[in-house]
């Protein structure tokens, strides 16, 4: 079984600073692309950020220069520093990430449960 872990979320006032954790764990042979999906209330799930294996970053236009979306491939862990928060950045933050078991050759994409980061104005 496969499975993610987040933590780092929390309550921080507008320009404050918080740092998400996600370790992935299980029977995993490797791990792919790896990303930040956030979803605000009453709105659809977004992308935040991605991250390859090889380290090249993607982020979308509003977190560009705020964000920074890292990964420990050999703890299988992805991390996301988020500073200069904004109460639009306010949402449950997911991470998400395509994966290879042991003696399979599919991949497939896994999610975390989410954690809730509120920004206060």
């Known amino acids: 079984q496969v499975q993610a872990m987040e933590s780092g979320g929390g309550l921080v006032q507008a320009g404050g600073s918080l740092r998400l954790s996600c370790a992935a764990s299980?029977?995993?042979?490797?791990?792919?692309?790896m990303s930040w999906y956030r979803q605000a209330p009453g709105k659809q799930r977004e992308l935040v950020a991605s991250i390859t294996r090889a380290g090249i970053t993607n982020y979308t236009d509003s977190v560009k220069g705020r964000f920074t979306i890292s990964r420990d491939n050999a703890k299988n862990t992805l991390y996301l520093q988020m500073d200069s928060l904004k109460p639009e950045d306010t949402g449950v933050y997911y991470c998400?990430?395509?994966?290879?078991?042991?003696?399979?050759?599919?991949?497939?994409?896994?999610w975390g449960q989410g954690t809730q980061v509120t920004v206060s104005s």
């Open positions: 998400n990430y395509d994966a290879r078991r042991w003696g399979e050759i599919a991949t497939y994409t896994y």
């Open positions: 299980g029977s995993i042979f490797s791990i792919s692309d």
